[in-house]
Structure formats: C-alpha cells, structure tokens
C-alpha cells in the first residue's frame, strides 16, 4: 500500500501544475511558486530550515527561498515530487507519514483554497480522513491549548474528542469532516467547513485567541 506522505505528494505537484506558479495560496503572500520552495527548504536544506523558526536566521531562509522560487517552474515542481534527499530520514515510509502527511496535506489545501472560498475542493478516501482524525487525536490539544473556552470536535458521523478542556466560560462544540476541523485548528477556521454551537460569544473568544502551533 502506497504511503500516505508520497500520495499527498503527489496530488500536491499535480495541483501545483494545473494551477500555475502565480496561483495564490492560503499563506498570503505566498504564491506557489514560494509556498513550493518553502517545502523544497523543509526536505533539503536543513542548514536553511531552522529559519523557519527563529527570526535571527529568518533572513537568510527568505534569500533561499527566493532562489528556489525563482527556478523554472516545472524543475521546481519535481524537486518537491522528489522529496527528501537519500541521506534524509523522511526516506523511510513511517518517518516520512509522521513528519510530511499533514503539513503536505495542509500545504496543499492552501492551493486549492487559495481563493479563499470556504469548503472543500476535492473527496478524500476514507484512508485519509481517518489518518487527519487520528493525526488530530495526537495534536488537538496542543493546538488549542491556548483557547479561553473548552473544545470539543466532532464529525459527521458523532465521533467527538475533546481539544480543551471545559472552562468557566464554557465549551464550543466544532462539527465537520476530519480535514475541516484540522484546517481550522491550524489557522485556517476561514475557509474551513464547521458548524460551531456554543453560542456566539464563546466563539469569537475562541476564534480570537491563538490556535496552531505557532
């Protein structure tokens, strides 16, 4: 069976090439071309990545970048299908699903949503839906954990997992499909699918704290 990581991959060079290197993306200013280095930067350039991170070095990671952006679009494209280097850990398959199925996943709707109109743009499997509600079993409390009000998910068929637990100001219930709520939980609640039920309060306080892992 395929790995999960290089499917994403995959689907997200396709979508890069059927939109074109000005396409917008979710991650203003960002066009594809930038948000397609920033990923070669991830997989490649170990020595560049850390100013993804840590402003002192972010200037050099942007000069980096903009070279990778500048590249023939169709040569920069490959680079991301190609991935991680031989030397790379992110070679192996269950390293490679743990560290780049979601932030490809997420990346990837950051083109397909570039238009900024909520809901989604393609049907995932029922393989990948599962794999972004158990990515958010690991991280949903991480992602939330700043929220002044608890969190509860919930998907369409009922599952639910708590994100925060209650608090005095009370609980927002969040209701869509797996890979809706993981785009609201990591900045993106804009373009993402949710019913939200907890009253209209409660929610912009949590909308208005930080969420993601930033």
Known sequence: MTQLARLERDALCDTFLAHGPQAPTLCSPWTAADLAAHI????????????????PLAGRLEKGQAQYAAKPWPELVELVRAGPPTWSPARLPAI??????????????????GD?????????STRQSRAVWKTLGRTARLLFRRSPVGVVLQTPEGEELPARAATELGTVL???????????????????ALEET????????LWTSPVGLS
């Open 96 to 113: 490679d699903d743990t560290v780049n199925f979601v932030e490809l996943f997420i990346h990837h709707e950051d083109v397909l949503r």
């Open 174 to 192: 969040l209701q869509g499909r797996p890979e809706e709520l993981l785009l609201a939980a990591y900045g993106r609640r804009r373009v993402a």
């Open 40 to 55: 070669v930067i991830r997989d490649r350039r170990p020595d560049l990545a850390p100013g993804i991170w840590l402003s």
């Open 116 to 124: 900024e109109t909520p809901g989604p743009r393609r049907e995932l």
């Open 198 to 205: 907890g009253g209209s309060d409660l929610v912009k306080a």
